[in-house]
């Protein structure tokens, strides 16, 4: 289980649902993007 996915158990709702998008998209590159993404648009 990677770190993102642990931290979003203990998200609200909306954010799991964030990260289970994120981690349907299939090409590895992008999903790290988005990953990256996510976690910067969340520390503002």
Do not use: C, N, W
């Not at 909306?14 to 988005?34: F, H």
Request: overall charge positive.
């Amino acid at each position: 289980m990677s770190f993102a996915r642990l931290r979003a158990r203990f998200h609200p709702f909306a954010q799991r649902k964030l990260y289970d998008s994120i981690y349907e998209v299939g090409s590895r590159t992008q999903r790290d993007e988005l990953l990256v993404m996510a976690q910067r648009a969340e520390t503002r």
